[in-house]
């Protein structure tokens, strides 16, 4: 199957720093990249939908400029959590779609843990 | 709108036992439908999917499921558990039209084996 890889899979910041979480899908061409947040023993969140070439998509209640989402190509997305703090810490997971229609599978990275003091 | 409704966030079964996971959906327009499992501190992988095609859809480790339009369900099951079969199951659905897709995930199923 496709295979996306998520860097770095542990981060630990300072509060009030910021923090980059990259996805990258190594096999394929990705024009949609999904960004979620998944806090302990709970489902994921849908935080943003990432468009190559265009702003992303944010899901009502995400801030977008505590979230800062890139697509600058076909095969890398990033997560910037901006002036990071203790609530931010979480476990967040990319995934993308070789195909951008309906039946379209999710392919996952192996998600982000982040920790912030 | 899309949803997905998974019946219980636990499910403890023995080894070798049935595995019945629980998935209810309610969608308007027939549904595309996910079952992914997670492994602690790791991403999704994909079981299996339905896409309109066959009502039982087998999917990888053993596990199946079927579609049924009647009950709005599409439960999870494999015949024998293993040991390697513990982890969090999640239920999805496509949501969302030409102008853009997204899956809409359950709340999770964690499945306990015990030896």
């Known amino acids: 199957g496709a295979v996306v890889s998520q860097h770095p899979s542990r981060v630990i910041c300072k509060s009030g720093t910021s923090v980059k979480i990259e996805c990258r899908s190594l096999d394929f061409q990705a024009t949609t990249m999904f960004w979620y947040r998944q806090f302990p023993k709970q489902s994921l969140m849908l935080m943003a939908t990432s468009n190559e070439g265009s702003k992303a998509t944010y899901e009502q209640g995400v801030e977008k400029d505590k979230f800062l989402i890139n697509h600058a190509s076909l095969t890398l997305s990033t997560l910037t959590v901006t002036s990071a703090h203790p609530e931010d810490s979480s476990f967040y997971i990319c995934?993308?779609?070789?195909?951008?229609?309906?039946?379209?599978?999710?392919?996952f990275g192996e998600g982000s843990r982040l920790t912030v003091l | 709108a899309q949803s997905v409704t998974q019946l219980g966030s636990h499910v403890s079964v023995s080894e070798g036992a049935l595995v019945l996971l629980r998935c209810n959906y309610s969608s308007s327009v027939p549904p595309y439908l996910f079952w992914y499992v997670q492994y602690p501190n790791q991403g999704l992988q994909l079981l299996l999917k339905?896409?309109?095609?066959?009502?039982l859809v087998k999917g990888i480790n053993g596990f199946e499921a079927e579609f049924k339009k009647s009950e709005t369900s599409f439960h999870l099951t494999k015949p024998s558990a293993h040991m390697s079969d513990a982890a969090e199951y999640f239920c999805?659905?496509?949501?969302?039209?030409?102008?853009?897709?997204?899956?809409?995930f359950g709340a999770g199923t964690r499945l306990f084996v015990k030896a």
């Open positions: 995934s993308a779609t070789p195909g951008g229609g309906r039946g379209g599978e999710l392919f």
């Open positions: 999805a659905v496509i949501a969302g039209n030409t102008g853009g897709f997204k899956t809409i």
């Open positions: 339905y896409t309109s095609a066959a009502t």
